[in-house]
């Protein structure tokens, strides 16, 4: 059977002096996973189908986006090394991870820096955070679409404990994740800070593996934390962010025009994330109190002043850019 390519068809209408009318055949969607360890009901899974809708709806049949919740595609931690190494095109990555790979990006894992979410927003939309995405993308190869609020970040115990200072938390196996950034916050916060991936979290509590954990509330309601601790308390020791982040080799594929539609459906996707969880914050004390957790709140300020030495005494501090702790206080 003879084959009708492009140039037979051209050919042929010529011969019979016809118009000459080719199909066109649209060019193959751009495959997309996204790969994060957050659970279903977390509005930072959710913020992810707004971004693939968002994307469906201003370039219909281009993208072909799909989601893997739960740390099935890649677990916590691995996806910039995925990306990096073309084996996963776009994850929500956060800045402990990125300090593994670029040191002065430890400052954003510092406890008591940035203020609130409207500073988050300010310092990343900013002079700041075209700085240090601009690090990422030059060193690690990733391109950070957006930084999305992933919440406070406050403790979470087992078992009842009266705690006012860090001095309360010295024993305390508290979970973080694996690695150097998140376990010297631990150390900073007073507690024995053990590496557990976030799947792993509900059964280590459960089993007494680990004594407790830090997360936003809303991440403890979604992940059902609460119905195997006992305890928050209030430290508010990190406003925590998250970086929905595309491999370079996938965004350099991209049209100029579908690169600006990504970055409006990530802008989409963050904000949605944002105003919905920073509601949940605020009625979530409540909630938890319902469930039957003792709600406290410690010396804020003697956990300030005991994390914000220990890390200008550490050799974290030694790798930040000079001047950027003055220079992301000043942004208002």
Do not use: C
């Amino acid at each position: 059977m003879h084959r009708f390519t492009r140039r037979t068809l051209v050919a042929l209408a010529a011969v019979l002096g016809l118009a000459t009318v080719v199909p066109t055949f649209a060019a193959d969607p751009v495959k997309i996973r996204i790969s994060t360890p957050a659970v279903e009901s977390d509005w930072h899974a959710k913020m992810l189908t707004v971004f693939k809708d968002a994307l469906e709806e201003s370039a219909p049949g281009e993208f072909d986006v799909e989601i893997h919740l739960n740390g099935t595609l890649f677990k916590q931690g691995t996806e910039p090394v995925a990306m990096q190494r073309g084996n996963l095109e776009m994850a929500m990555i956060s800045a402990q991870d990125i300090a593994n790979q670029i040191p002065a990006w430890s400052v954003f894992t510092a406890g008591y820096l940035v203020r609130d979410p409207a500073h988050q927003i300010a310092v990343f939309d900013g002079e700041i955070g075209q700085e240090f995405f601009g690090m990422v993308e030059q060193d690690m190869g990733i391109k950070i679409l957006t930084a999305a609020y992933l919440g406070t970040r406050q403790l979470n115990l087992r078992v009842e404990k009266d705690v006012q200072t860090p001095a309360d938390l010295a024993g305390v196996k508290l979970r973080m994740p694996g690695s150097d950034t998140w376990l010297f916050l631990g150390e900073a916060l007073g507690a024995n800070p053990l590496p557990v991936a976030f799947g792993e979290i509900y059964t280590a509590l459960q089993t007494g593996a680990i004594d407790g954990q830090d997360n936003p509330l809303p991440t403890v309601r979604a992940a059902k934390f609460y119905e195997v601790t006992k305890q928050i308390v209030l430290t508010g020791h990190l406003v925590d962010g998250i970086f929905l982040s595309m491999a370079n080799n996938t965004w350099a594929a991209l049209t100029d025009e579908q690169k600006e539609k990504v970055l409006a459906a990530a802008k989409a996707a963050r904000d949605f994330n944002n105003e919905n969880r920073i509601a949940d914050e605020a009625a979530l004390v409540g909630f938890l109190e319902e469930q039957g957790l003792t709600v406290t709140t410690p010396d804020v300020e003697a956990f300030r002043s005991t994390v914000q030495k220990a890390y200008l005494e550490s050799d974290w501090s030694a790798s930040w850019p000079a001047g950027i702790v003055d220079r992301i206080n000043a942004v208002e």
